[in-house]
């Protein structure tokens, strides 16, 4: 067991989020592929990329208000 626990935790939150990812953007058009065929498995692909748009400028905004609360508490 680590003795930085903080650490520990952010490690592990990051593998969670990485592993769900990588199950939601392989194994989901894998298994629509296998069961609707190549096409609907890279319509799939595209719906899942499109939507990470809308979350990437969220978390971009979340990280530039951190940034911006960080700067003025110090």
Known sequence: MPTNLRKFAAQTNF???AGGLLLLFI??????????GPGAAVTALLCLLGSLLPL????LAMLG?????????S
């Open 56 to 59: 990437g400028l969220i978390a």
């Open 27 to 36: 194994g989901g058009p894998l298994l629509i592929g296998w069961l609707y």
């Open 15 to 17: 593998r969670l989020v």
């Open 65 to 73: 208000l951190d940034w911006l609360v960080r700067k003025n508490n």
